[in-house]
């Protein structure tokens, strides 16, 4: 997918709204685990996103989803969904607070006391905002995410739930490069800590891994389980426990891939 979306993680805290008018109006604020919430300040009319509307309902449902696909514990921060009436409003604040941002559609952005995710009104919000909430969701239960996984996750919960994380430009792209001779790697990806470091066929291989864990058999699913309950220090690494129940993981997720070339397109 030609799209990219980033995560910051800031190192200072930074009023929210700097720079801008409070927002047209706040809707109804949904529990995200016990006592956090998703936080919704909008700055688009109400005509256009009335508080019923479909995609309330919808980010609404994504956080239980989440966590009960990868059992993740009760999250311990709010989150607050920023979205703007249009993309000039939208840059205009992430000019004024974020300066140095590159121009992308939606951001999560993580800051002491605060997990903000940013968007605009377009086209293409709701898979924005579904890879966002994602990236949310699980930095307010876990804290830190590996970089290959946090953003292979986010691409398998970007996609509607119905379509069970199945991207079809993912698979488009990776099958094109397998017959370019590429081949998978994990290790590769598990080196990885800055989003400068990742292209599109890094996200793409992320999501791959990701859906391959998620959509086999138990004891995939439980590698992944297991290790999002693990520690995430940066000391330990996904790949040698797959390997370590996988005879050849690269191979096997070859194999799976060429599986998903049929499937409608999203």
């Known amino acids: 997918m030609?799209?990219?979306i980033a995560r910051i993680m800031a190192l200072t805290v930074l009023a929210p709204w700097a720079g801008c008018r409070l927002p047209g109006y706040v809707a109804p604020q949904p529990a995200l685990d016990?006592?956090?919430?998703i936080e919704y300040l909008l700055r688009v009319p109400q005509e256009v996103l009335p508080p019923e509307h479909s995609l309330f309902a919808e980010l609404n449902a994504m956080p239980a989803a989440i966590r009960e696909a990868l059992e993740l514990p009760p999250a311990g921060q709010n989150v607050r969904v920023y979205l703007f009436e249009d993309r000039d409003q939208y840059r205009s604040f992430l000019d004024d607070v974020y300066p140095h941002l590159p121009d992308r559609r939606a951001y999560f952005v993580g800051v002491d006391?605060?997990?903000?995710?940013?968007?605009?009104?377009?086209?293409?919000?709701r898979a924005d905002l579904r890879h966002e909430l994602t990236h949310a969701v699980m930095h307010a239960s876990l804290g830190e995410v590996p970089l290959w996984l946090d953003e292979g996750l986010a691409?398998?919960?970007?996609?509607?739930a119905d379509r069970n994380g199945f991207n079809s430009a993912h698979v488009a792209m990776l099958a094109q490069s397998m017959a370019e001779g590429w081949q998978p790697d994990l290790a590769r990806l598990e080196t990885y800590t800055e989003v400068s470091d990742m292209n599109r066929r890094d996200y793409a291989e992320a999501w791959a891994w990701v859906h391959?864990?998620?959509s086999g058999p138990p004891e995939r699913n439980d590698l992944l389980v297991g290790y999002l309950q693990s520690p995430l220090d940066g000391t330990t690494r996904l790949g040698p426990q797959i390997a370590g129940v996988v005879k050849d993981p690269a191979a096997a997720l070859v194999e799976h891939l060429g599986g998903l070339t049929t499937p409608a397109s999203n």
């Not at 691409?155 to 509607?160: I, L, N």
């Open 155 to 160: 691409e398998y919960f970007e996609v509607p």
């Open 34 to 37: 016990g006592n956090a919430r």
């Open 2 to 4: 030609a799209r990219w």
């Open 212 to 214: 391959w864990l998620l």
């Open 113 to 125: 006391g605060e997990l903000a995710v940013y968007a605009y009104w377009s086209e293409q919000t």
